[in-house]
């Protein structure tokens, strides 16, 4: 079966770090353009990060200098470390496939992982 | 950055109506747009992309149509199983993508 499960998600204070797991079943990471989305509680979809099968990353404005995505190809598993959380930061986070000739949509998504910034 | 605005933010509809979602570019992006279903509590799902490409297993009541700056997704004959909220996304500035703030569609 075809697959994303995300985990790392949970309660952190404002300033912390955490590190959010996503392990693929059917779908190789490192062959596709992987990419993590999230969601505030009530509020719309943020892309928030790629990385490329060639190992480019990009991030959005919001996280940039923050966040960091990698990946493991020997645990077939993306991550994505969030450094100095704030509290906008909360939101469930979905990893996800990109897809398309050139990687343009999502065509697979994880369960998500909530992630919750508060003192 | 481009930016999506979507109309109308909620709409309410009959069973078997034919229902018409907005999205706008802020500026043209040719056909870059997919259209994304997300039900009350579950992840969001690919509707159409390429603008008018329906996906694998979307049901045919589903259309997408549009070019440049504005686009829309039609629902015709509106099923109970339609509720959610629909959210449209450019693809034309990547390695950046934009989602639109979505959609809510209810049953009357």
């Known amino acids: 079966e075809v697959q994303l499960v995300e985990s790392g998600g949970g309660l952190i204070q404002p300033g912390g770090s955490l590190r959010l797991s996503c392990v693929a079943s059917g779908v190789t990471v490192s062959s596709n353009y992987m990419s993590w989305v999230r969601q505030a509680p009530g509020k719309g979809l943020e892309w928030v990060s790629v990385i490329y099968s060639g190992g480019s990353t990009y991030n959005a404005d919001s996280v940039k200098g923050r966040f960091s995505i990698s990946r493991d190809t020997s645990k077939n598993t993306l991550y994505l470390q969030m450094n100095r959380l704030r509290v906008e930061d909360t939101a469930v986070y979905y990893c996800?496939?990109?897809?398309?000739?050139?990687?343009?949509?999502?065509?697979?998504w994880g369960q998500g992982t909530l992630v919750t910034v508060s003192s | 950055d481009i930016q999506m605005t979507q109309s109308p933010s909620s709409l309410s509809a009959s069973v078997g109506d034919r229902v018409t979602i907005s999205c706008r570019a802020s500026q043209g992006i040719n056909n870059y747009l997919a259209w994304y279903q997300q039900k009350p509590g579950k992840v969001p799902k690919l509707l159409i992309y390429?603008?008018?490409t329906l996906q694998s297993g979307v049901p045919s009541r589903f259309s997408g149509s549009g070019s440049g700056a504005d686009f829309t997704l039609t629902i015709s004959n509106l099923q109970p199983e339609d509720v959610a909220t629909y959210y449209c996304q450019n693809y034309n500035s990547a390695p950046t993508w934009t989602f639109g703030q979505g959609t809510k569609v209810e049953i009357k």
């Open positions: 996800a496939r990109n897809y398309g000739d050139y990687e343009e949509w999502f065509d697979l």
């Open positions: 390429a603008a008018s």
